[in-house]
């Protein structure tokens, strides 16, 4: 048995337009932009959707929207959204990141929310 929950909304934009999707999405949600000092990859869109993360990611790809998924056992939920018709692309740290049907990227994260708001929001698996 584990819990997931949808975690994070990316805006994945291309490593020379990142700051100026970052500008432009912070004006457009009327959401402070906020760079994360520790992972200069990304800048959080502060409340730009209650509940969820929202971020500017900054990426060697096409521009994209993708989805975290946190989870308190990443290698649960992986076989969970596999089974679903996912495949891994890849491993980046602990973070698996999935193509779903249809083409959408999905990431699975460990839980990186506030340990009372997983423990609300979760949803249990078996």
């Known amino acids: ?34 760079p994360v000092p520790s992972e200069e990859q990304f800048t959080v869109l502060h409340e730009a959707i209650p509940g969820l993360v929202t971020a500017i990611q900054a990426v060697d790809d096409a521009p994209r929207f993708h989805v975290d998924i946190e989870t308190d056992d990443v290698e649960a939920e992986t076989a969970r959204l596999l089974d679903l018709g996912a495949t891994q692309v890849s491993q980046w740290l602990e973070c698996r990141v999935l193509r779903a049907p249809g083409g959408h990227l999905v990431c699975v994260v460990p839980v990186h929310s506030d340990p009372d708001v997983f423990a609300n929001e979760a949803r249990i698996w078996s």
């Open 1 to 34: 048995m584990h819990r997931s929950r949808v975690y994070a909304i990316l805006i994945d934009a291309p490593e020379e337009e990142a700051a100026q999707a970052a500008a432009f999405w912070s004006a457009a949600l009327g959401a402070p932009a906020r």
